[in-house]
């Protein structure tokens, strides 16, 4: 069972504390540079559409910019795909991944960028984590989201990827860069990160999760029906909602998408994800109030955030 939470101090994410909390707003007569830049790192030859979702979805959250940074194999398609985005074509490995030299044709881009969403499609974890750990010094004070395979990054660092019930450090290893960073980990991807069972990460995801932010100096939003987000400095926020209509392939590339495009528009990137996370469930729960609660297609969520949005930020 959940620990007892009356005993850990934290925030209800609803309609009350989401409109206590409005997100940036840019000018009326405000151009596209004034919402902001973003960049998604991600895709495969395998799963190329995981950036298409993950893009879109910073679209629909507001941001002015976005620009895809992909595999040359796969950039004419997403060129096509979302006219609305700049593509760069990185080199890629022999199975088709990103090839971690590759991080130097962006330093330009990063430094520039004001949210950078890593991961979404990317596959074999060694040469991710070695293409993350190459962009990172050059994101300056970018806010970074780093998803899927990209969070295995925590992982690779032995000494801070140890479990996470030993005392945690007071200086994450993430602190090393000036950027802000987020990992989006479900309870599965957390035992992955950790080495804890998945089921003990269930039992107590509140607590795993504001360790797990002060060991890695990260937010964290540690998915699931019961979703805890945690930022470093201890504070914590839970959401409950959505439905099982959500449990679904790119999801979470949705999910990241939405928070990187609220980080580009110049909310916090702690506000970023907590409005993220309510937006991406209250999309879920329209979709299956119009359609059922299961078979409902991801591609159609993020098309629904402005509309609530909207709603959200109307006293």
């Given amino acids: 069972m959940q620990r007892e939470l009356s005993r850990i101090q934290f925030k209800t994410i609803d309609d009350q504390s989401l409109r206590a909390w409005p997100l940036p707003m840019p000018p009326t007569d405000g151009d596209k540079e004034q919402r902001g830049r973003a960049i998604v790192i991600g895709g495969s030859r ?21 620009t895809l ?66 962009a990172l010094p050059m994101a300056g004070g970018a806010k970074i989201i780093l998803d899927a395979s990209a969070m295995a990054l925590v992982r690779s660092q032995p000494q801070y990827a140890q479990r996470l019930e030993e005392t945690a450090l007071a200086d994450g290893f993430l602190r090393r860069y000036a950027a802000q960073v987020l990992l989006t980990p479900h309870a599965g991807e957390m035992a992955h ?30 998915k699931g029906g ?3 987000i945690a930022a470093p400095g201890g504070q914590l926020w839970l959401h409950e909602g959505g439905n099982v209509g959500l449990a679904v392939s790119g999801s979470g590339d949705t999910l990241a998408g939405i928070i990187a495009g609220l980080a580009a528009r110049g909310a916090p990137l702690e506000q970023a994800c907590v409005w993220g996370v309510a937006l991406h469930a209250r999309a879920g729960e329209y979709l299956a109030s ?24 109307t006293p």
């Avoid at 799963?47 to 976005?66: D, Q, R, S, T, Y």
């Avoid at 022999?94 to 430094?111: D, K, N, R, T, Y």
């Avoid at 797990?212 to 939003?221: D, H, K, V």
């Fill in 46 to 66: 395998e799963v190329p559409g995981a950036v298409l979702l993950a893009a879109n979805a910073v679209l629909h959250a507001g941001a002015g910019k976005v």
């Fill in 69 to 134: 940074a992909v595999g040359a194999s796969i950039a004419p398609q997403l060129a096509l795909a979302i006219p609305e985005s700049r593509v760069i074509a990185l080199p890629e490995t022999e199975a088709g991944a990103i090839a971690p030299e590759s991080a130097q044709i962006l330093e330009s881009v990063l430094s520039r960028a004001d949210s950078i969403l890593i991961g979404p499609g990317m596959q074999h974890e060694e040469s991710v984590c070695a293409f993350v750990e190459k």
């Fill in 193 to 222: 990160l950790t080495g804890l069972d998945k089921e003990e990460i269930a039992s107590d995801s509140a607590t795993i999760a504001m360790t797990a932010a002060q060991r890695w100096n990260a937010t964290i939003a540690l």
């Fill in 226 to 228: 019961r979703t805890f």
């Fill in 290 to 313: 119009h359609s059922g609660p299961m078979g409902y297609l991801i591609r159609d969520l993020s098309a629904k955030i402005p509309m609530l949005m909207h709603q959200l930020s």
